[in-house]
């Protein structure tokens, strides 16, 4: 910015113009990952690695990068984008209505973990995120399964593809953070 622009602006001003902007950009940022949490599902369909891997990477970089009041839509979306697709499980598709509430909190779990990151090793805090989500998701969708609300097929999507996508897409993340990084200009 100009020294011209600057000295009609005072300091106090200058300050809440980047404030606006931080919060601008937030703001765009929550808009574009939640609408690819909703189209991805209804647009790239499948194969479900593909998809997971996808909306895995929008729910960490979510998570590492909004405040957590925005990240409900993250949450919510991509389940939501699955039955409104109408695909990826095929035939099954009309059953992922009893388990998305699991689904969502599968989600919140893998997002809150990498909220919290006491630990800071990103690699530990995938591992543990993406184990306890697939977890979670299994051990809810075997009850289903058991109390024959939904049919094998989905208690096997919600078991060992959910930790895989979960660890590839924080993979993407993580090699996309390292790549913005090295091109971040030194100060």
């Given amino acids: 910015m100009s020294t011209k622009i600057k000295e009609y602006l005072n300091i106090q001003n200058w300050d809440k113009i980047k404030i606006i902007a931080s919060v ?4 765009l940022e929550l808009i574009i990952l939640s609408s690819l949490a ?3 599902p209804i647009f790239l369909k499948h194969p479900q690695i593909l998809v997971g891997v996808i909306i895995n990477a929008i729910l960490i970089k979510g998570a590492l990068s909004l405040k957590k009041y925005q990240l409900l839509p993250l949450i919510i979306m991509p389940s939501v984008g699955v039955v409104l697709g109408g695909y990826l499980f095929g035939g ?3 059953f992922v209505f009893f388990i998305m509430p699991f689904i969502w909190l599968g989600n919140t779990i ?3 973990l990498f909220k919290k990151r006491t ?6 805090t995938l591992l543990l995120a993406s184990f306890s989500k697939m977890t979670f998701l299994f051990l809810s969708a075997l009850i ?3 109390l024959n609300i939904i049919p094998k097929p989905l208690l096997m999507a919600m078991g060992y593809m ?3 996508t979960a660890i590839l897409g924080g993979t993407l993340v993580l090699t996309e953070l390292k790549i913005e990084k090295w091109f971040k200009p030194i100060k």
């Fill in 162 to 164: 959910q930790f895989i």
């Fill in 144 to 146: 289903l399964y058991l």
């Fill in 24 to 27: 601008n950009a937030k703001t």
């Fill in 110 to 112: 893998l997002i809150y």
């Fill in 92 to 94: 099954l598709t009309k």
């Fill in 38 to 40: 909703l189209i991805t």
């Fill in 119 to 124: 630990n800071k090793n990103y690699i530990f």
